[in-house]
Nanobody, 127 residues
Framework: QVQLVESGGGLVQAGGSLRLSCEAS???????????MGWFRQAPGKEREFVAT????????YATDSVKGRFTVSRDNAKKMVYLQMNSLKPEDTAAYYC?????????????????WGQGTQVTVSS
């Protein structure tokens, strides 16, 4: 069974920080280091949107403009974990956050390039 499980969400005041984690498990992730990983988010009534991505080795990352300088994506291949450090949070960052894994291995902002998705973790930022 292939699983991606996010954790670390919660309620935080504007200006605060959260660190999201995503743990991969299951047969397909025996070679976790071959997967690109991405973070996406979805607010109520809106489309799921790209947040940040990291390639298989961790050597290439990028993020959407609205979070650049505030969010950082990283990974630990030995632990099969990917992280999203979120600083200076704003109310508009409120959403369910999803991690995703893509066999293609290269960092990507496109949902269709990801093969596996987690169930999401809720982040709520109060003003």
């Amino acid at each position: 069974q292939v699983q991606l499980v996010e954790s670390g969400g919660g309620l935080v005041q504007a200006g605060g920080s959260l660190r999201l984690s995503c743990e991969a498990s299951g047969g397909s992730f025996s070679s976790f280091s071959s997967y690109a990983m991405g973070w996406f988010r979805q607010a109520p009534g809106k489309e799921r949107e790209f947040v940040a991505t990291i390639n298989r080795s961790g050597g290439s990352t990028y993020a959407t403009d609205s979070v650049k300088g505030r969010f950082t994506v990283s990974r630990d291949n030995a632990k099969k974990m990917v992280y999203l450090q979120m600083n200076s949070l704003k109310p508009e960052d409120t959403a369910a956050y999803y991690c995703a894994a893509g066999r293609f291995g290269s960092a990507s902002r496109y949902r269709y390039e990801y093969d596996y998705w987690g169930q999401g973790t809720q982040v709520t930022v109060s003003s």
